[in-house]
């Protein structure tokens, strides 16, 4: 199918019309060339994008801290949860007592609907990428975790994780008491969508707080990319649902959902229990 060009209702009025255009604009541009006329013809039919000012990490995520956070998934061995649970249970509370960490557990928990025989682990760094890598180097030379790692990794199927950053809008995910649930929502984006999505939800998060359902909203940086977490906590799978149904009842919740669902490429829903050690009870 032939690109449509205004006035062009054939292909001989199309070649007459580029003739025309040509002849109009040679004597601007000096000496011709087959080249210059394939550039200049492809231009008419090309969108030129304007380039953005800033990356969107730097647009959507909370300027006021310079926090990151890590999210891991370990798929455990079915007949080994039980003793990661104990060892993880044992052994990372130790961890964070030591001050000189810069990082702070956010929540510990196991998948009850989803995929079976996971954990799902959340940290957050106070200073960004070197308060990360400070860490880790501190780690490196910790005997205890080294042995921890090293007993863990007999009960791994496999493991993965991101480096993410927190949407602005969003509530920064806090202590709180149980017993809840905990439902963790992740969305692929189409790439290139991830600022239409921080605009809509921007708008949209206040129809989800009346219970203090929202916990923590964030989006990839080093991982898989594009990809969203929003992560909520019910009192139980009951008070899960009569909260999403009054959410539909909220004029303008309806309008989020028409511009949002578009965007998304997969979808995927979580049902968590806490460990006994998640500060996310």
């Not at 090293?150 to 993410?164: A, C, D, H, I, Y």
């Amino acid at each position: 199918m032939r690109p449509y060009v205004l006035g062009a209702d054939s292909p001989a009025e199309l070649s007459a019309w580029v003739g025309a255009l040509r002849r109009c604009a040679a004597p601007l541009g000096g000496a011709y060339s087959r080249d210059s006329e394939g550039s200049w013809f492809r231009s008419l039919f090309v969108h030129k994008v304007d380039p953005r000012k800033d990356a969107h990490s730097n647009l959507l995520s909370k300027k006021e801290t310079s926090n990151l956070y890590k999210i891991q998934f370990h798929n455990v061995k079915p007949e080994c949860l039980d003793a990661y649970n104990s060892l993880t249970e044992e052994v990372l509370p130790k961890l964070h007592l030591d001050a000189d960490y810069p990082c702070d557990l956010v929540g510990n928990w196991n998948t009850w609907y989803g995929e079976q025989d996971q954990a799902v682990h959340l940290w957050r760094f106070s200073g960004g990428y070197p308060a990360l890598m400070d860490c880790m180097n501190k780690l490196k030379q910790n005997k205890e975790y080294l042995d921890f790692r090293k007993e863990r990794s007999r009960m791994l199927l496999s493991r993965r994780n991101q480096l993410l950053l927190e949407f602005s809008f969003w509530n920064e995910p806090l202590p709180r008491q149980g017993p809840n649930i905990y439902e963790l929502r992740t969305y692929k984006l189409k790439p290139g969508t991830m600022i239409e999505w921080g605009n809509n939800w921007a708008r949209a998060i206040k129809y989800r707080q009346e219970n203090q359902e929202a916990v923590g909203g964030f989006f990839s940086q080093i991982g898989e990319l594009y990809v969203v977490h929003h992560l909520w906590a019910y009192k139980d799978l009951q008070s899960r649902e009569e909260t999403r149904n009054a959410a539909w009842r909220k004029r303008g919740w309806d309008e989020n959902v028409y511009y949002t669902v578009p965007l998304i490429r997969t979808m995927e829903s979580r049902i968590m229990i806490p460990l006994k050690i998640s500060p996310l009870q």
